[in-house]
């Protein structure tokens, strides 16, 4: 099985709460990407045309999630989770059980939820992937920068091969 990469596709730093093999309890921390996931809404009033106080809300596309990797996997956040087209994907996270402070602001989750699409190959890959967090052989900026670089080399053989072309 070769290394999953885990990327955060959100705005803020994702933090999660994971039980070390000797029972304690460590905080790994997915820094942003630069690359941000959302997906629109659109509120319709209930029954259409008439006065009320009751919407149904329509969820959009996800926008901005970079196109599926081999060993690649984004955190977002849970509307795009929850988006329809999303569950096509198998490459999706999102904090799940969040851990709130005194003011209410989110602090860690305890567990991220999956796309529905998610293979258990990758499922297992992710889950190597917080082992080796936790054991220090791995970080989650490590795993940006490579990221960051398999993005650019494929985006340089990407221009080599258009220029090729003329």
Do not use: W
Not at 90 to 102: E, V
Request: charged share 25%; aromatic share 4%; net charge negative.
């Amino acid at each position: 099985m070769s290394d999953i990469l885990i990327i955060n596709t959100t705005t803020h730093v994702v933090n999660i709460l994971l039980d070390t093999p000797d029972g304690e309890k460590k905080l790994v921390a997915f820094p942003p990407s630069g690359v941000v996931a959302q997906v629109s809404t659109k509120t319709v009033s209930v029954p259409e045309g008439e006065p009320t106080a009751l919407v149904s809300i329509v969820m959009g596309d996800p926008e901005g999630l970079p196109d599926e990797r081999p060993d690649v996997v984004f955190i977002t956040g849970t509307l795009v989770l929850s988006a329809p087209k999303a569950a096509e994907r198998g490459d999706l996270l999102a904090p799940y059980n969040l851990q709130r402070d005194a003011n209410g602001r989110p602090t860690h989750c305890l567990k991220f939820s999956v796309s529905e699409g998610m293979t258990l190959y990758t499922m297992r890959g992710v889950n190597a992937a917080l082992r080796a967090y936790l054991e220090g052989t791995r970080t989650p900026e490590g795993d940006l920068e490579r990221y960051r670089a398999l993005v650019a080399s494929q985006r340089g053989s990407d221009e080599d091969g258009a220029a090729g072309d003329n």
